[in-house]
């Protein structure tokens, strides 16, 4: 039986699966590789293409996608992005817009202190985290060096992405 959902992904002109694809991860090439690899005969072949292409992303790649994430207890992300990532954004934060005053403030100078150090925001999974928990990993990554930061900040994307690959098949 064929997944409508994937069906529909598959049967996207090339510029509207390209721009569906980059909700996904604000990546350019990554949303340009999976596009060309249509069409994908099941789920799982989207889900392990998704994370092939991530594996094969360089800095570049990375700082482009983060640049589309809001900072963790924020709303805006420093790139353009769509309604559809600051609507999904706001879902994966949701834990974060209830929390107290203080955590709020202590996760804004965390942020500040995580940009001045690496050059780009904090980026986790936040999808079923509380702000609380969220400010302890950030502060647990602070001290890494810049190369063992940069791929667990590509992992924790590569989770992101994969969540959202699903919220596309779901929308």
């Not at 039986?1 to 980059?22: G, S, V, Y």
Request: hydrophobic share 45%; aromatic share 6%.
């Amino acid at each position: 039986m064929t997944d409508p959902a994937l069906a529909r992904l598959n049967a996207l002109p090339i510029a509207e699966a390209e721009a569906a694809l980059l909700h996904c991860l604000g990546a350019a090439r990554w949303a340009r590789a999976m596009a060309a690899r249509r069409p994908f005969p099941s789920r799982e072949s989207l889900f392990a293409a998704g994370d092939e292409l991530c594996a094969s992303l360089d800095r570049q790649d990375w700082l482009e996608g983060f640049s589309r994430h809001p900072k963790i207890g924020e709303k805006r992300a420093a790139a353009e992005t769509s309604s559809t990532e600051r609507r999904w954004a706001e879902q994966e934060q949701s834990a974060a817009s209830r929390a107290a005053a203080e955590t709020m403030a202590a996760l804004a100078e965390a942020n500040r202190a995580y940009l001045d150090r690496f050059g780009y925001i904090f980026i986790v999974c936040a999808t079923g985290r509380t702000a609380p928990e969220m400010l302890a990993r950030l502060r647990e990554r602070l001290p890494h060096s810049p190369p063992e930061e940069i791929r667990i900040a590509a992992g924790e994307q590569a989770k992101i992405t994969r969540l959202r690959l699903e919220k596309l098949l779901a929308s």
